[in-house]
């Protein structure tokens, strides 16, 4: 039986209920003008009818905005907790979720059955009504990864021919009618706020933005140092932590860790501490916990040697700084191909404004992404004069002709594009080859000249990411902002 093994009647988006969360506002730090901001949503939901009494119009529904980890679930908890009200808290992907476990294949024949779209539509309905049954006096409801749910309804894959890819969409589209219709017929009158959980409020349908919807929009942000460093007292309060451990330290030196992230450490470092027997945790037991949550590709070549890691710092910040870089001369970057092709540029122009013309492997890597990317804007793309050339030659095919070596790209891209190999045209070839290198040049000397003129940042920010193994786009901002151009930026005319 098809049927069997899905359990429509027991929807796993039913929201769970929490009587009490037992988190408050003391056990959030490093976000305090968010949490200032949704003080107000506590003092409602203590006294709905006072604020009705006024007139004064509560928000319908908060979108809390920002990167994982970084507290939303737990900020949305305490407002749940400091109000003392029931906390119902739900997955966006929950709603889509239906299908999870069930093999592709099998799903494909259920939709072919064409019953699938009816069982979700009822699926859906009937767990919201069960959830809205139960909310009738103050409370909070959390969705969370609201995305999953909402994203952007996308009208150009509306024509195409993959039946999963449709009932899919028309499931979510679905979904997400309900949830809108039921957030306008929502009487706000009753204290019960909507709170949602999102990392990517561009993908979000602005239908789900408008007034009397989500209209109000927190963005919770990683923590600065300050932050981290209260982050790290409210966790390590909560086992036993030796004086002697200084966590400002920590607070100082992770630069880009969440909420999430050094809760994590306090947790490792507890389980060291226990692992060698210690009465509490000491400050060998962190290092030892720091060590273990960073050793993976976030650390910058470790297995090099330093000069190895000197020069594989200097590629990376290349890269990231020239990507920072021109976002701050936006306005005169005009092909969005181009800044790709700069930014992998940037690798190679970083290491030769600080080594000059010999180059590392690494950094030949980027040139080489930098020419496909470049050729593919000669050719595919047609975004510069256009050539008449009906599909492109796969990379491999040409590598010779390339500013680099060979690249091993995954068949997809191709896939993508529908390439048929055209046959071969040695003189066509040569001309975007010819051409392909022109514009690699040009890209180039953009790249060298801009790095060049931030050559004192530039010196910082490899300095700061050989010294922490990690810099954080923040950290870039702020280089750039107190170490100018030492020439004036003329890269961009
Ligand atoms: P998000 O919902 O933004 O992905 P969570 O709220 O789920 O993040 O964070 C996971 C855990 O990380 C929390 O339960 C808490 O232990 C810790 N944490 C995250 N952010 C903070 C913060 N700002 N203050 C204190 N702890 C935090």
């Not at 949503?41 to 006294?47: A, D, G, I, T």
């Not at 739900?90 to 093999?103: C, I, N, P, R, T």
């Not at 999102?198 to 919807?213: S, V």
């Not at 947790?267 to 050793?295: C, P």
Request: aromatic share 8%; net charge neutral.
């Amino acid at each position: 039986d098809l049927w069997q093994g899905i359990d429509f009647s027991r929807s796993k988006a039913e929201a769970r209920v929490d009587g009490s969360t037992g988190v408050k506002f003391c056990d959030v730090a490093g976000i305090d003008e968010a949490v200032e901001e949704l003080q107000e949503l506590v003092r409602y939901l203590k006294n709905p009818e006072l604020f009705d009494k006024m007139g004064i119009k509560p928000p319908h529904g908060v979108l809390l905005e920002g990167p994982p980890g970084c507290g939303k679930t737990l900020v949305a908890k305490a407002i749940a907790g400091e109000a003392g009200v029931p906390f119902y808290q739900m997955a966006g992907s929950e709603f889509v979720e239906v299908l999870v476990g069930v093999g592709s294949a099998r799903i494909r024949d259920l939709f072919k059955r064409a019953k699938m779209v009816y069982i979700v539509v009822f699926h859906v309905s009937i767990s919201l009504e069960n959830w809205w049954c139960q909310v009738n006096k103050p409370s909070v409801i959390f969705i969370d990864e609201i995305d999953a749910l909402a994203t952007r309804r996308q009208g150009i894959f509306k024509e195409s021919s993959d039946q999963l890819y449709n009932a899919a969409t028309q499931e979510r589209e679905t979904t997400l009618n309900q949830l809108l219709i039921e957030l306008d017929g929502f009487d706000t009158g009753k204290g019960v706020i909507f709170l949602a959980a999102t990392n990517r409020k561009d993908l979000l349908d602005p239908a789900l933005l408008r007034p009397g919807r989500f209209d109000r929009k927190i963005r919770i942000r990683p923590p600065g140092a300050k932050g981290r460093l209260d982050i790290l007292k409210i966790h390590a309060s909560k086992v036993k932590m030796s004086d002697s451990v200084d966590l400002s330290s920590y607070a100082q030196n992770l630069p880009g860790w969440t909420g999430a992230k050094l809760a994590q450490l306090v947790q490792e470092a507890a389980l060291v501490a226990v692992r060698k027997r210690h009465n509490s945790i000491l400050q060998s037991d962190m290092d030892d916990a720091v060590d273990r949550l960073t050793v993976g590709p976030k650390r910058v070549g470790i297995e090099l040697g330093y000069q190895g890691q000197c020069r594989r710092a200097t590629t990376e910040v290349g890269v990231a700084l020239t990507s920072h870089l021109l976002r701050r001369y936006e306005n005169a970057i005009v092909e969005c191909c181009d800044r790709i092709s700069i930014v992998l540029l940037g690798g190679r122009a970083a290491e030769e404004v600080i080594y000059g013309r010999d180059t590392s492997k690494a950094s030949v890597d980027y040139l080489a992404s930098a020419s496909w990317l470049a050729r593919k804007i000669l050719t595919i793309w047609n975004l510069e004069n256009p050539m008449v050339i009906h599909g492109e030659p796969p990379p491999w095919r040409k590598s010779a002709r390339f500013v680099g070596p060979r690249l091993d790209f995954e068949g997809s891209l191709y896939d993508d594009y529908n390439l048929i190999e055209p046959p071969l045209n040695f003189k066509l070839d040569d001309e975007v080859a010819e051409r392909t290198e022109e514009l690699i040049r040009k890209m180039y000397g953009k790249t060298v000249s801009l790095l060049g003129s931030h050559h004192a940042a530039l010196l910082k920010a490899i300095k700061v990411l050989l010294n922490q193994k990690e810099i954080s786009g923040e950290e870039l901002d702020f280089i750039l902002n107190n170490y100018p151009p030492q020439t004036p930026v003329r890269v961009l005319e």
